[in-house]
């Protein structure tokens, strides 16, 4: 049983919206956030009806304006928060050499910026109540591992991992755990991964499988737990093992 509430963005569907659920089945109240208002307020509402306690919110994560509000909504309806997920984020398919100005702004906006104004509102937060609570960042294999198509995701994820480590060091002393998952290959709700794509990926995963969203946020859950309480910034692939290298033997088949 998990205490205290929490705030996770990007909770209108995916990943964010798993995290969301099984947070609030552990015992938390949660604030859904999500650029996308009313996904937002379906996810609270499948709380609610779970007889959880929950809220949605529209927050777009690039607006420090609204986290700020959002933050102070939330704390008068479901109290301060204990806890913060940063799922929010963005992975358009786009190469390089032809890449619009705008769509790295938007991925670099959403996925890095948009952790940093939230952890940091957080935390003002938290500092203000006298200390203490936890933070899961969402990374990415991407942090590690290069995809053609995915440079903005890849440069914005490692920073993600690297903003873990310096939140880490710069929070622990007021009590606060920031750590971040990065997963592999997750298949979300509406099966958007190509399945061409799949099949080329699923031989590098040494387990055989793609991830699906409980995986993530049984990891997310552990994290924040009482369970984690001396594991503070760790990036924690939930990957199957596909960042463990090339899983090819040199001399033939295993
Ligand atoms: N699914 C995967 O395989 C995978 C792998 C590695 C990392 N991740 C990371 O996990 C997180 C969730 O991914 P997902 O697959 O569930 O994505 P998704 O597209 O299914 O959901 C993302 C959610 O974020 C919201 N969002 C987008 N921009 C926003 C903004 N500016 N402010 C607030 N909300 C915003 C969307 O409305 C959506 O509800 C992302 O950070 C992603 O990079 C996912």
Known sequence: MQQGTIIVTGAGRGLGREIA?????????????????????????????????ALGLSLD????????????????????????????????????LDMPEATW?????TNLKGTFLCAQRFVRQRI??????????LASTAAFSARIGAGHNSASKAGVAMLTRSMAQEWGPHGIRV????????EV????VNPEYKANFLPMIPL?????????????????????????????????GFLTGRPLQRSGGI
């Not at 994560?61 to 479901?78: H, L, Y």
């Not at 702004?105 to 906006?109: F, L, P, R």
């Open 21 to 53: 659920l099984t947070l609030a089945a552990a015992g938390m109240a949660v604030a859904a956030t999500d650029v996308d208002g009313s996904a937002a307020e379906a996810t609270a509402a499948a709380i609610t009806a779970k007889d959880g306690r």
């Open 61 to 96: 994560v690039r607006d420090a304006t609204a986290i700020k509000a959002a933050f102070t909504a939330a704390e008068k309806a479901i109290g301060l928060a204990t806890a913060l997920v940063n799922n929010a984020g963005i992975y358009p398919d786009n190469t390089l």
């Open 105 to 109: 702004d938007a991925v670099i906006d």
């Open 128 to 137: 203000a109540a006298g200390g203490g609570g936890a933070i899961v960042n």
């Open 179 to 186: 750590n971040a998952v990065a997963p592999g290959l997750i």
């Open 189 to 192: 709700e509406g099966n958007r």
């Open 208 to 240: 055989g499988r793609t991830g699906q969203p409980p995986d993530i946020a049984a990891t997310v859950a552990f994290l924040l737990s009482d369970g984690a309480a001396f594991i503070n910034g760790v990036v924690l692939p939930v990957d199957g």
